[in-house]
């Protein structure tokens, strides 16, 4: 399984983004899909989770009413819709998932950068 990111860009405070994870190899064998942003000198953390069966969906409270998870089966792809974007949105937003043997595999992540 390879996983693709794309999307990220500058934009200002208050706009939306969306970015894509385009995932190749057995999109059906994964057990859940999410994103975890990064950003300057801070850790890697957890935004938010998709649980490819059932569609159920998770948030960090940091995202929660501003950021939707979603996944489109039929063309092997993951989306992150982000609206109303924060100066603290600002990092490399990294595509995760886990597959039926609980192995997680990374994209190699897109720059997402709010300006005042």
């Known amino acids: 399984v390879q996983l693709a990111e794309s999307g990220g860009g500058f934009v200002q405070v208050g706009s939306s983004l969306r970015l894509s994870c385009t995932v190749s190899g057995s999109f059906f064998s994964l057990n859940a899909m999410g994103w975890y942003r990064q950003a300057p000198g801070k850790h890697r953390e957890w935004i938010t989770h998709?649980?490819?069966?059932?569609?159920?969906?998770k948030y960090a409270d940091a995202v929660k009413g501003r950021f939707t998870i979603s996944r489109d089966r039929a063309t092997n792809t993951m989306y992150l819709q982000m609206n109303n974007l924060k100066p603290e949105d600002t990092g490399v937003y990294y595509c995760?998932?886990?597959?039926?043997?609980?192995?997680?595999?990374w994209g190699l992540g897109t720059q997402v950068t709010v300006s005042l």
């Open positions: 995760n998932a886990e597959d039926s043997d609980y192995v997680t595999y």
């Open positions: 998709i649980i490819n069966s059932s569609g159920g969906t």
